[in-house]
């Protein structure tokens, strides 16, 4: 079967089936997307940095306020309602965390990262949205905890098999005119024994038009159209939709399903909504790879690991690793403090996780970041073999531009000299500072030059022992040359300054860090609370 067929089979099942998105809300005004964004992110931020001070738990209830229950906020405390939900600026909590009151800040010994603060904004703006119902001294509902042995023998963790159709009883004759395969017989029975009568063919005008709109997203022009109409040989319908499935259109039509589950954006798309210059070149080889007709096996193993796949040629290799980038897109956290680190990393790898079993497995992961699942054979300690494996992914990189350093999208160079090309860009933003200052050195030995200060010149250079300098140092004759020399080394200074090289082709591409290595269980999701290790691995 065409690659495009499967994922279009895939991506139907998946966004039916699914929340749409990873850890960004796809639709702000679903609710249950809104449960997914408090159990993600907030519940565990108010249990790790809040509950110490502010729960039915702990036996505190610092200011009168009570924050481990919905209940709890809503009443608020000393200093009245703790969250507005959807006005950011009337709730009081946000401007405890924001520091913005001096008379009111929480925690009170360290104010939370920026990041953090973000993820408490974003919360109040969708409306606050608490499943936490009742008061959290009451009874909690025992669930039955996550049994791997049993969860193996639901349907949807069976190994697939083949129905034999032939094998099986199938319904009678039921508008055999109308039935072209086996499973045609049992949508008749259902429609006959609801009293519906199957709709009637379309016309080849109708046909025409739904096929050019399904498969190329527009409908046929006049002249396409009345080809069609004028082929009255057998086979017109088949060869139309040939023809259709061999366009480009069909690739750009098709593959946006995947990208949608892919997050693909031009951008992370968060708070601080950092460009991705090159995403484009992942969406270009999505559209060829659907185009071109690539095996669904191969296309997601090229998603996941095309970094790591063997290659024949130059071109096979950037176009393996280019579908990494896969890895790379999507809402990644960037902006954060030197000690958000080991935050981020954790934060990276759950966003990873969670978009693969959504996109390819059809099934929720996130969740066993912080407990074994409920209902499903996933324990925490099988997330946490995952966590092993995208830890070890590198897909952000330090890099330096405009005389800043700021962690952004891990890009590397692509064609033959592609590698070589991007190191020689890279250097020139991470010399640009020092060669600054060798200008400014060079302006001064010229000046100390012009005025005869050989006393200024040698100790020029004895602060600074470079070869900047060097050519002022013979100072006992032809002062004219040396300031001669000087000028043309500073032209050419100012010059490859102000024309800096031109971007090489690059794309958004993963690897494996020097050093891979196992995680350990966070317990209740929480970084700074390691647990067992656990060895790097698949789901069991």
Not at 192 to 208: F, H, M, N, S
Not at 412 to 424: C, K, L, M, P, S
Request: glycine share 8%; with cysteine.
């Amino acid at each position: 079967m065409k690659l495009h067929l499967c994922l279009v089979s895939l991506a139907a099942i998946v966004l039916c089936c699914l929340p749409s998105g990873s850890r960004v809300l796809a639709d702000e005004n679903s609710e249950a997307d809104a449960i997914a964004y408090f159990e993600t992110h907030v519940r565990p931020l108010l249990a790790s940095r809040c509950y110490s001070c502010h729960s039915q738990r702990s036996g505190n209830r610092e200011g009168g306020l009570l924050l481990d229950s919905r209940s709890g906020w809503m009443e608020g405390g000393d200093n009245g309602v703790a969250i507005v939900p959807g006005d950011v600026g009337a709730s009081s909590l946000i401007r405890a965390v924001r520091y913005s009151d001096p008379d009111l800040r929480m925690p009170p010994d360290k104010a939370l990262p920026a990041s953090l603060v973000a993820k408490l904004e974003r919360w109040v703006e969708l409306g606050a949205i608490d499943p936490r119902d009742g008061d959290a001294s009451e009874e909690r509902p025992k669930f039955v905890p996550s049994d791997p042995v049993a969860g193996r023998q639901h349907w949807a963790y069976r190994p697939l098999r083949k129905n034999q159709l032939d094998e099986m009883e199938l319904p009678g004759e039921q508008a055999r005119r109308w039935v072209r395969s086996p499973i045609d017989r049992f949508i008749a029975e259902q429609l006959e024994g609801a009293g519906l009568q199957p709709a009637p063919d379309a016309d080849r005008r109708t046909l025409a038009r739904r096929m050019f709109i399904q498969l190329v997203g527009l409908p046929p022009t006049s002249a396409e159209l009345a080809q069609f109409m004028s082929d009255d040989k057998l086979g017109a319908t088949e060869r139309l939709v040939d023809r259709l499935l061999d366009s480009p259109q069909f690739g750009e039509r098709w593959g946006r399903h995947w990208l949608d589950l892919a997050r693909y954006a031009d951008s992370n798309g968060l708070d601080e909504n950092f460009l991705f210059r090159e995403a484009w070149r992942y969406r270009n080889q999505v559209i060829e790879s659907f185009n071109s007709d690539v095996p669904l096996d191969q296309f997601l193993r090229e998603q996941v690991a095309g970094d790591l796949l063997p290659y024949d040629s130059i071109s096979q290799r950037d176009r393996q690793r280019i579908a990494a980038g896969f890895l790379v897109v999507g809402p990644k956290v960037l902006l954060i403090g030197e000690g958000e680190r080991m935050q981020q990393r954790m934060d990276v790898a759950d966003e990873l996780i969670d978009t693969i079993g959504k996109t390819i497995l059809g099934q929720t992961l996130g969740c066993a970041r912080c407990h074994d699942h409920k209902f499903d054979p996933i324990p925490t300690s099988d997330y946490y073999a995952l966590a092993g494996i995208f830890a070890s992914t590198q897909v952000l990189e330090e890099r330096r531009m405009l005389n800043q350093s700021r962690v952004m999208e891990r890009l590397v160079g692509i064609g033959a000299d592609g590698i070589q090309r991007d190191n020689e860009y890279e250097q020139y933003w991470l010399d640009l500072e020092r060669q600054t200052e060798r200008q400014k050195r060079v302006e001064t030995s010229i000046e100390l030059l012009r005025a005869g200060d050989t006393v200024g010149l040698l100790k020029l250079d004895e602060d600074h022992d470079d070869v900047v300098t060097s050519i002022a140092l013979d100072v006992c004759r032809d002062f004219g040359t040396r300031i001669a020399a000087q000028e043309t080394l500073l032209a050419e200074m100012k010059s490859a300054k102000t024309s800096p090289p031109a971007i090489p082709p690059r794309a958004m591409i993963p690897a494996d860090v020097d050093e891979p290595a196992d995680e350990a269980v966070r317990l209740a999701g929480q970084v700074d609370h390691p647990g067992a290790v656990v060895p790097r691995g698949f789901l069991t």
